[in-house]
């Protein structure tokens, strides 16, 4: 039998399996994406109730079973209230936990994009940020972090400040990526190149996305 181990994680989904126990994936910094099972998590008083919900990062005591891991126990350090009474806000992050459930791997070195995921979703609970301004820096810079950045698209004009972003957002590590804002007209243009950067990298079809736009 594997011994227990902890990892740091984000809680990117968790649905109901079975009667009393939840299936959840955790973006973690030690094992990359993981699937896992809480057992008995959606029993009153559980010591994982807390822990299997989306957005809840913190430290997880797991054990590697034969096709899946279970979660024993969870230090939270972080619920994200904001987007659990925002129903736009939690829209983007939904959004957002799609994407790395898309792009991350188990046993992948996926530090970088857990910790943007963590300051995207601290930037969509802040006043100081525009929702559009996050999703278009979490999608960009998500390329980039991928190794798939082509640079600015040849075949478009773009304002020197929006330039300046884009290069801004290549060379700063995720933990800073959050320490701007944007005038309208550079916003719209980041936002036309994130949605041209998103098609070109990822042949897929994000369901929480076609909620999103719906709602915004």
Not at 28 to 52: L, Q
Not at 128 to 140: G, K, T
Not at 160 to 173: G, H, I, K, S, V
Request: net charge neutral; charged share 25%; with cysteine.
């Amino acid at each position: 039998m594997n011994a227990d181990m902890q990892v740091t994680g984000l809680v990117l989904t968790s649905v109901p399996a079975g009667e009393y126990d939840r299936r959840v994936e955790i973006l973690t910094k030690e094992r990359g994406r993981i699937s896992g099972f809480a057992r008995g998590a959606r029993k009153p008083g559980s010591p994982v109730m807390a822990a299997a919900s989306p957005f809840v990062f913190g430290t997880f005591k797991i054990n590697q079973g034969r096709s899946a891991y279970q979660i024993l126990e969870a230090k939270v350090d972080n619920y994200f209230e904001k987007l659990r009474s925002d129903i736009t806000a939690a829209c983007y992050g939904s959004y957002f936990m799609e994407i790395l459930q898309y792009v991350t791997r188990e046993n992948n070195d996926e530090t970088a994009l857990l910790l943007l995921a963590y300051q995207s979703l601290r930037a969509l609970e802040s006043d100081a940020f525009d929702n559009r301004l996050v999703r278009a820096v979490f999608e960009i810079k998500t390329v980039m972090l991928e190794g798939e950045y082509p640079g600015p698209r040849r075949s478009e004009q773009y304002l020197d400040a929006t330039l300046y972003t884009l290069d801004f957002l290549f060379r700063t590590p995720p933990a800073k990526v959050y320490s701007f804002g944007v005038k309208p007209e550079v916003l719209v243009e980041l936002e036309r190149y994130a949605k041209w950067l998103c098609g070109r990298t990822w042949d897929h079809k994000f369901q929480s996305l076609q909620i999103l736009e719906v709602l915004v």
